[in-house]
């Protein structure tokens, strides 16, 4: 075995206690089989590269440890607000964006060259290749807001040296200056230069490496997936998102309708990057355009055949020839390509969750959590039962109120507090046939 196959193999195993070696191999196997451009762009703030430098190369160098290199864009905006107050200049904006004059130019120069030699000499450190790339990708033209200085606007992207890098399996390491048509040297907002570097490549992964490792709910805790062809429009509707949060989401939502469906954006700290790349529970926020969920209480709306497919697949078990005849549906909870599905009978005047299924395809997609977090929505109680030995007991344990193991089976129950009525489901759940 080659000393890059031992490499690997160690890696896997150190992944699989974050998750199952299928989760890892299954996630490895993806991305290895995308054009080496379109893994992943990565794009890491100022303050990352100043604070969580060595977190940052560990990261990416570990990427490239498996055989993936991602595209990697910089900025280094709290670098250049501390070099113009030391020079005595008071930083300005309008609108978030920073106000260059020729002064501030020269000094996003020199610490835009300095933040990336620093990751370049950091990645090299750990024998990692890595190319610097501080110009020439980016033509760009004055903003038509003359107030801003000398601010660009990304008119194109060239890719010849970020290709060259790739094909070497160097990760090119991108700063978000540009150039005009005249020779003039700007300065681009890093977002707005990775969004345009995102349009022309078109990765299957959009990375943002932040300090709080994800989008945060109201009470601070990181908001695990988004599904935006559904949550979108209440998401940004909630008071506690803030101007910037809700900037940053319908910037997301914007590039992600310009992509392929396949392509996704995390959120997530350079230390979780490896649980959040290849663990279907991931580290961080993944946002992703996602389906539509269909909500039906009919048999006859789906197409059965199709639906079956999906159980069957999911479970790896023929499913009883007459299972759709004898169940009575209460609610079934679609995805719209079908890789996605819940399904409910009422039991006792009590939603029963029958059958959970995700294909194996779609994992780690958000899709399922995304058909879970709908049917949740509308129901603020329900109970369900799984096999002990069931991979996806973890997330059932999480989101529960409570479980009883009984026998094969573990029953579990939220929006419950009766405890006759917890009881009477617990029996009527371990004592169900099994259906597949």
Sequence with gaps: MSADLKTRDTIVKLLSNMGSQKEVHQYLKRFSSLEVSRFAVVKVGGAIIRDELEELASALSFLQR?????????????????????????PRFINGLRVTDEETLYHARIVMQQANLALVEALQAQDTRATSITDG??????????????????????????????????????????????????NINADMAAHELVREVKPY????????????????????????????????????????????????????????LSSSVSITKPAHLAKELFTHRGAGTLIRMGE??????????????????????????????????????????VSESCRAAAILTLENGVPHLDKFVVEESARGEGLGRAVWQHMRQQHPSMFWRARRSNVVNPFYFQEADGCFKRGDWVVFWYGLDDIRQIQDCVDFAAQQPATI
């Design 137 to 186: 990708v980016f033509e760009a033209s004055l903003t038509e807001d003359t107030e801003l200085g000398l601010v660009g606007e990304v008119t194109g992207v060239r890719l010849s040296a970020v290709r060259t890098a790739l094909q070497a399996r160097s990760i090119p390491v991108l700063t978000c200056l540009g150039v005009t048509r005249g020779g003039q040297i700007v």
């Design 205 to 260: 992964k959009i990375i943002f490496l932040t300090g709080t490792g994800g989008l945060l709910d109201e009470q601070g805790q990181v908001i695990p997936s988004v599904n935006l062809s559904t949550d979108f429009d209440e998401l940004v509707a909630q008071p506690w998102v803030s101007g910037g949060m809700e900037l940053k989401l319908r910037q997301i939502h914007s590039l992600l309708k310009e992509l392929p």
């Design 292 to 333: 539509r969920i269909r909500c039906h209480d009919r048999w006859e709306a789906v197409n059965l055949d199709k639906l079956r497919g999906l159980i069957e697949s999911a479970f790896g078990r023929t499913l009883d020839t007459d299972y759709f005849d004898k169940t009575p549906l209460y609610r079934l909870y």
């Design 66 to 90: 498996v055989g993936l290199t991602p595209i990697v864009i910089h900025g280094a905006g709290p670098q250049l607000t501390a070099a113009l107050e030391e020079a005595g200049i008071t």
